[in-house]
């Protein structure tokens, strides 16, 4: 029976054999045959091709292009930042750079770029136009200081004088020194440059006068360090390496939407992260060994500022962090200090760290404004400023 079967079963093989021999012996029934065929294995790789493709896609970051196109963080200008201002926009993170070519939102430099060199071979900054009226006698303070103030007035920039007291050949401001101190030689000197001001030929010119009255006056010699000519490029100069190094670093401290922080929870978190009210009626962290402020808190409110109600029964709508870059002392590790002082409080009253955009930041963020801050801080030391220095305080 088994036998019987098999063999049926090879003479309809045989006789289906036969007759597709016969049928491809056409085109006509060639197509007819493979249409079909060809119809099945090409759907059959459509599918294999979405199946292979969509696995690709899936493996990619999600919006990886818009990530790639992403701006670069960056600290921004000063003159964008106004603590406590609701109203102001400029970024921490700053979305308005690309990421390769640094080019800002109106196609000059990047902030970035401020970090870096204004000049091919920078050479040390010279900060005051200076006159000096040296003398063999001596002369009392409150004469020359009378003397200074009564033609200072017409100066708009920082002046000082100062003297070489006698005995003790030690250099004093006139202003700070005690009123029975005696003088040698006397120093004029104007700061050619401040934040967003340079000085010019007409300030210089009155300035110049008022040193050939103080020499008329108390009967000196009088020494000019450089003419008004040389001068006025130094000056611009200067106010150039103001405007590309006055860089503030921004965090801010975000309650959860439709809440505010409580201010006493505000206050005892400032107060354990070693934060304490002073100038202004804001948050310092002040330098143990200086006692100058590294860097600020303030109110996310028009005024900037904590009243005593904000604190004891007050609701604060945010909180904002802040250092002025070129001012601090080793500002890479004052930064640092900063963020740390921005994660605690952050923990501890449940808030958010954001941009003042309110984009979310992480330590990512952070990193990239690290590497800014360090290379500010090498491009200022080229040009004779340390960071936190007096002359860098002065200037910014």
């Keep these: 029976m088994t036998l019987q079967f098999a063999l049926i079963i090879m003479g309809i093989a045989a006789l289906l054999i036969v007759a597709v021999v016969s ?45 790639l196109s992403q701006r670069e963080p960056s600290l921004m200008p000063s003159g964008d930042f ?28 990047s902030v970035d770029n401020r970090s870096l060199p204004v000049d091919s071979s920078p050479q040390p900054l010279k900060i005051d136009y200076w006159v000096r009226l040296p003398g063999e006698g001596v002369v009392s303070r409150d004469l020359a200081l009378s003397v200074f103030r009564e033609h200072e007035i017409t100066l708009e920039r920082p002046r000082a004088v100062h003297g070489r007291t006698e005995p003790g050949n030690a250099w004093l401001d006139l202003t700070s020194a005690q009123s ?40 000196r010699p009088i020494n000019f360090d450089m003419s008004i000519e040389e001068a006025l490029p130094e000056a611009a100069r200067l106010a150039r390496f103001c405007d590309q190094f006055d860089l503030v670093a921004v ?43 590294r860097f600020s808190l303030t109110n996310r409110s028009e005024s900037g500022s904590f009243s005593y109600e904000d604190l004891e029964s007050g609701v604060l709508r945010g909180l904002v962090l802040y250092m002025n870059v070129p001012r601090v002392a ?28 309110g984009e979310a930041i992480n330590e990512t963020h952070f990193d990239a404004i690290r590497r800014q801050i360090r290379s500010l801080e090498g491009s200022m030391k080229k040009y004779g400023i340390d960071p936190g220095s007096e002359e860098a305080r002065r200037l910014f």
């Design 330 to 357: 080793r500002p890479s590790v004052t930064f640092s200090d900063l963020v740390s002082v921005a994660q605690y409080v952050c923990v501890e009253i449940d808030g958010t760290l954001t941009d003042p955009e």
């Design 251 to 293: 965090i801010h401290i975000e309650p959860k939407p439709g809440t505010g922080f409580q201010g006493v929870d505000v206050s005892r978190a400032l107060d354990r992260a070693g934060m304490r009210l002073g100038k202004d009626d804001i948050y310092h962290l002040f330098d143990a060994r200086t006692g100058v402020s």
């Design 23 to 67: 049928l491809m012996q056409t085109a006509e029934s060639r197509k007819k045959i493979l249409a079909p065929l060809k119809s099945l294995a090409g759907q059959s790789w459509s599918a294999v091709k979405r199946t292979f493709v969509g696995s690709i896609e899936r493996l990619k970051p999600h919006g990886l292009a818009a990530r």
């Design 82 to 109: 106004a603590p406590g201002d609701e109203g102001q926009s400029t970024p921490l993170i700053d979305r308005g750079l690309d990421a390769k070519t640094g080019a800002d939102r109106d196609g000059a430099s």
């Design 180 to 219: 029975d101190e005696v003088f040698s030689d006397l120093i004029l000197s104007l700061q050619m440059a401040i934040r967003g001001s340079v000085t010019n030929e007409s300030e210089l010119t009155r300035f110049n006068n008022l040193a050939y009255q103080m020499a008329e006056s108390l009967g």
